[in-house]
């Protein structure tokens, strides 16, 4: 089921393959359940582990992953058993992001933030989709207002014209926002990213992306920082080098070199979406998408190259090995591992075919990979399935 909300022009728009969890076969919460979900805690269940995960972390020396019905699973064995966490939703959950052994938060559906500072073992609540909306619309509104104000003291025509250009966006981008408040909170995070234990940003559907001073306590509306008008989709946020970069819908990729206070749009290589960008702290640069779509870049983004993939299917997460090559995994099972070059070396399918939504390097077992069917380690070149990971929980 897809959620459809009334856009700006009084047509519905549909949260599609955007969002990472529809792309592995999940809908997105609707409002009906969204109040009961949002309020009561995640079911215990010894099947946890072998269900869909769509992240894996790592926080200190344990791995915290995250999945569908408030699932938050801790390993402390490299993946090989599993212990399944309390959680206070029992919403999917998007992604996670740990800054230490101990202080973490994970994002989901129907606008969920989870906080934790023991490691994952609790986890409460910071935000949540009905938060989200009420801070769209206060920030919107309150920048349209500002704006009203300027075009009303503007003496000079020029200055008046590109004032009344920007009303019109910010009146659209008001309008979307009361309309999500009225919605309710059906819009999800896909991803988060924090500078420490006090700074940092949540992303997500329809443009959603609010920051944090005081880790997650309180958040501002950031979503006019970027050049994104329409509101697409802003599926991934990835720290490399000294810079961030969001991967987003309809081609479109921001790259931030102050944390996030300021957005350039990057020049992209096509118009189709991008669901994740991976790379190193020498500026190579991989951004991954639809249909097999990925490219890369050797200058932080200024200007890419096709990678040719040979394959059709959406790739959802990568990651850069130590030698300078890459992991690519995404939909219908596939693994690509790309040399330093970005040449496929490898190609590999999961014989179930199910989705592959993350990709974590592990120094014990070289790749870790989170999917429909919980966590399995892996070897690239060629890829050798080394443990699967497909029972309960560990004794507690």
């Not at 009561?40 to 790592?58: C, G, H, V, Y």
């Not at 200055?159 to 309710?184: C, I, S, V």
């Not at 990835?238 to 102050?258: K, T, V, W």
């Amino acid at each position: 089921m897809n959620t459809q909300i009334q856009s700006r022009n009084g047509c519905k728009t549909r949260l599609t393959r955007s969002s990472l969890s529809l792309l592995i076969g999940l809908a997105i919460s609707g409002s009906g359940i969204a109040g009961d979900a949002l309020e009561e805690p995640a079911l215990k269940s010894d099947l946890a582990a072998s269900r869909m995960l769509l992240d894996i972390e790592r926080a200190g020396s344990k791995l915290v992953a995250v999945g569908e019905r408030g699932h938050i699973l801790i390993s402390s064995d490299e993946a090989d058993t599993w212990q399944q966490a309390p959680a206070p939703v029992r919403v999917t959950l998007t992604n996670t992001f740990f800054v230490d052994e101990s202080f973490g938060w994970a994002v989901g559906h129907d606008g969920v933030v989870l906080k934790t500072e023991d490691g994952g073992r609790n986890w409460r609540k910071v935000m949540d989709g009905e938060r989200a909306n009420k801070l769209m619309l206060a920030h919107a509104e309150a920048r349209l207002a500002e704006l009203e104000d300027e075009l009303e003291a503007a003496a000079d025509e020029q200055q008046r014209e590109e004032l009344e250009f920007e009303l019109e966006n910010r009146t659209y981008m008001a309008e979307d926002a009361a309309a999500f408040a009225d919605e309710g909170p059906s819009r999800p995070f896909l991803d988060l990213w924090f500078k420490d234990r006090n700074e940092g940003l949540v992303i997500g559907a329809f443009g959603l992306i609010l920051h944090t001073n005081d880790g997650g306590e309180t958040w501002s509306a950031w979503f006019d920082r970027l050049d994104n008008p329409t509101q697409f989709h802003l599926n991934a946020i990835s720290h490399i080098g000294d810079q961030l970069y969001i991967a987003a819908e309809a081609g479109n990729l921001y790259r931030s070199a102050d944390w996030g206070q300021h957005w350039e749009l990057l020049d992209s290589p096509y118009d189709g979406s991008f669901f994740g960008i991976t790379g190193n702290d020498r500026g190579r640069i991989i951004a991954f998408g639809l249909r097999g779509n990925a490219f890369q870049s050797d200058d932080w983004g200024d200007s890419w190259e096709t990678i040719e993939t040979g394959v059709d299917s959406t790739l959802f997460s990568g990651a850069m090995l130590a030698d300078g090559s890459a992991v690519l995994v995404g939909a219908a099972g596939v693994s690509l591992h790309l040399d330093a070059e970005g040449q496929v070396i490898a190609t590999d399918r999961d014989p179930a075919r199910l989705p592959q939504s993350k990709v974590l390097v592990s120094e014990q077992k070289e790749l870790l990979i989170a999917g429909a069917h919980g966590v399995h380690a892996a070897v690239p070149a060629p890829f050798h399935v080394t443990t699967t990971v497909s029972g309960g929980n560990a004794d507690e």
